[in-house]
Nanobody
Framework: QVQLVESGGGLVQAGGSLRLSCAAS????????MGWYRQAPGKQRELVAT?????NYADSVKGRFTISRDNAKNTVYLQMNSLTPGDTAVYYC?????????WGQGTQVTVSS
């Protein structure tokens, strides 16, 4: 089992930046990939960025968001720059371990215009 706890969400003006963090506990040493998804009101959850054998970004965030991992701390980060109102969503931390998906509780990111 893996537990994921996110932090760092909040309210920011358009053009601003936020940094999300997600700390994994439990059998975190078995995690093979971690990343971030988001879900806006009335929309499906979508991939933002993942980090495993390779790093992947949604086209909508390329060049603005950066995912990074600190394996010693079992933590994944999402640096979000040049935020727009379109980035407003609940952001969920994700981890993959032994072909199972684990999710955090989500953290709200709101970007005002």
């Amino acid at each position: 089992q893996v537990q994921l706890v996110e932090s760092g969400g909040g309210l920011v003006q358009a053009g601003g930046s936020l940094r999300l963090s997600c700390a994994a506990s439990g059998s975190a040493f078995l995690i093979t990939a971690m990343g971030w998804y988001r879900q806006a009101p009335g929309k499906q959850r979508e991939l933002v960025a993942t980090s495993g054998g390779s790093t992947n970004y949604a086209d909508s965030v390329k060049g603005r968001f950066t995912i990074s991992r600190d394996n010693a701390k079992n933590t994944v980060y999402l640096q979000m720059n040049s935020l727009t109102p379109g980035d407003t969503a609940v952001y969920y931390c994700w981890a993959s371990m032994r072909f199972r998906d684990y999710w955090g509780q989500g953290t709200q990111v709101t970007v005002s215009s």
